[in-house]
């Protein structure tokens, strides 16, 4: 439901329940492998073009998260902690939204 922005079009409260929340906890390092800065950099352009633009003279950093640790509130009973090697191990391409 969360994925489909049901909460926001059905006009419900973001603190029901019904209306997922993660919070991602971890350490952000700096990316520096060329190869994995030029992918970075394409999805942030891809998403923020505006960004292309900005001056480089301000010495702009991309960064990743490493993450330790992922809860979850996606229904009533409260939250519960996402083991992350199965996030990881999702395939994205696979699920039907």
Not at 42 to 51: C, G, V, W
Not at 61 to 90: C, M, P, Q, R, T
């Amino acid at each position: 439901m969360a994925e489909r922005g049901y909460c926001t079009v059905n006009q419900i409260d973001p603190e029901d329940p019904k209306c997922a929340r993660v919070t991602i906890s971890g350490e952000f390092i700096e990316v520096t492998n060329e190869s994995e800065l030029s992918f970075a950099l394409n999805a942030l352009y891809e998403r923020h073009p505006a960004m292309v633009s900005w001056p480089v003279d301000h010495n702009w950093k991309v960064h990743k998260i490493d993450i330790n640790e992922i809860w979850l509130i996606d229904i009533y009973g409260g939250a519960s902690f996402v083991d992350i090697d199965e996030y990881y191990a999702v395939d994205v391409n696979s699920i039907n939204m």
